[in-house]
């Protein structure tokens, strides 16, 4: 009888490069995750990868960490339509 045993994937890290002297990218995975920008004030804000604000601190560890957390898992909302009723009109 063949024994099986979990097998855990390796864990993704997020990768940040430069891309101009206030702008760093990351990425997730080999996929796109977000932005780090620094305003002239220093501080850091950070987006995700469809340009959601995640983060705006004075801290370079905390901005660069901010993508690490795994995404809430999004509700079970149900959405409402526009003008009530059913989509055929009844």
Aim: hydrophobic share 35%; glycine share 10%; no cysteine.
């Amino acid at each position: 009888m063949p024994l099986s045993l979990p097998v855990s994937a390796p864990t993704a890290h997020v990768v940040w490069r430069q891309a101009d002297h206030d702008l760093w990218v990351a990425t997730l995975g080999g996929e796109f995750a977000g932005t780090l920008s620094t305003d002239d004030s220093g501080r850091h804000h950070v987006t995700d990868r469809i340009a959601r604000p995640v983060l705006s601190t004075t801290s370079w560890t905390a901005a660069t960490t901010a993508l690490d957390a795994p995404a809430p898992a999004p509700g079970r909302r149900r959405r409402r339509r526009r003008g009530g009723g059913r989509p055929d009109g009844r």
